[in-house]
Nanobody
């Protein structure tokens, strides 16, 4: 059973940058996809960015394209989300997720394609 641990969320000001980390454990993700998602109070979970573990071509939601960057460090077995130019509307709980197996590219930003989810890390952007 894969477990995911996010970290890096905190209170920041508008315009600041923040990097989130996600460390998986308990299983192999060699053929999986991993992604970042967020959920603000009273809103549905939103897809942000995702990539296949064996690929260097990520997919981004239009809402974060150009501001957020997803990456991974294979040596540290860690997934990152670099967030720049943060806005108050970016305030949410940010989740890391992984699939149990391969995902086709067109489904990388589909929350229902993911099987394992972390507990989330809170990001708060003050005005």
């Amino acid at each position: 059973q894969v477990q995911l641990a996010e970290s890096g969320g905190r209170l920041v000001q508008t315009g600041d940058s923040l990097r989130l980390s996600c460390v998986p454990s308990g299983g192999s993700l060699r053929n999986s996809a991993m992604g970042w998602f967020r959920q603000a109070p009273g809103k549905e979970r939103e897809s942000l960015a995702a990539l296949k573990w064996a690929s260097t071509r990520p997919s981004y939601a239009d809402s974060v394209k150009g501001r957020f960057t997803i990456s991974r460090d294979n040596t540290k077995n860690t997934l990152f989300l670099q967030m720049n130019a943060l806005k108050p509307e970016d305030t949410a709980v940010y989740y890391c997720a992984a699939s149990a197996g391969p995902i086709i590219t067109s489904r990388l930003l589909d929350t229902t394609a993911y099987d394992y989810w972390g507990q989330g890390t809170q990001v708060t952007v003050s005005a």
